[in-house]
């Protein structure tokens, strides 16, 4: 029983690291197709007495004229007496950004439209804007953190644990270590323990997460955002391997270099 609860809390910690680097790499990219159309839908809107195909500033990724002929229709048929021949009508344009501002870098661009003397009007939007910014990084931040510390309280139980397995085994690896065995001949046993338990974590933690996929929660979240998460499931499988597998022999050689000391 003793042994089996060694086991279970073993995986649990690897189960917990593993899962919180996907959910990192998850969150992180919903975040970045969040705000990609988020980008897809923000416009700054600039007034010009003249027309612009270009502007000196790197942070614009397109420049697109708008038509107001439907707004001048409209005022032709409500004040018929106007003649709009003869006013000078401004251009109108949606300057599109390569990436979503901060509320710092989107005032450094609004400061700069403003310094081109034939641009009278900019609008920015800057107030929800700016809001939309601020919580998008609040949630960066703290979804971040809250994934590191359980990634650093797993680490630190499976250290913990495999202590727990040296004193286990303490009696046989000083028998080997005065015959001279090497150092991985000596920790074979703890090698062994962790490279089946992360085996197990792995495959519980990919099981976990292909629920998560397909719960009704998981798809209703992402249309209500709009987004279409296509993660490469095989890239991410390695990557969680690698991760579950580099852990455990880390973990185990930190516990057999501490029977030396």
Known sequence: MNSLKSHAALI???????????????????????????LNN??????????????????????????????????KRKFKNLNLASIKMP??????????PSPQKLNEIEQTLKSYPYIKRVLTYRSSQTKIYNLLMLLKITSNLFMIIIAVLGFLLIIKQLEVWKLEHNERMYIMELFGAPFWFRGAALFKIAFIDSIIALLSTFA??????????????????????????????????????????????????????
Do not use: C, P, W
């Not at 279409?228 to 391997?241: H, P």
């Open 91 to 100: 251009y109108f344009y949606k300057l599109k950004l390569k990436t979503l």
């Open 12 to 38: 649990l910690a690897l189960i917990s690291i593993l899962i919180s680097i996907f959910l990192f790499r998850l969150f992180n990219n919903v975040l970045h197709q969040y705000q990609q159309n988020i």
């Open 208 to 261: 976990i997460i292909f629920y998560m996929q397909n719960s009704i929660m998981y798809k209703t979240i992402l249309k209500d955002l709009n987004i279409s998460l296509n993660m490469n499931m095989q890239q991410e499988f390695l990557i969680l391997l690698i991760v579950s597998f580099s852990i455990s022999l880390l973990s185990s050689a930190v516990v057999v270099i501490g029977r030396n000391k």
């Open 42 to 75: 923000y416009s700054i809107v600039i007034v010009s007495e003249k027309e612009i195909n270009h502007l000196d500033i790197k942070e614009i990724g397109k420049i697109e004229k708008i038509d107001i002929s439907k707004q001048l229709n409209s005022m």
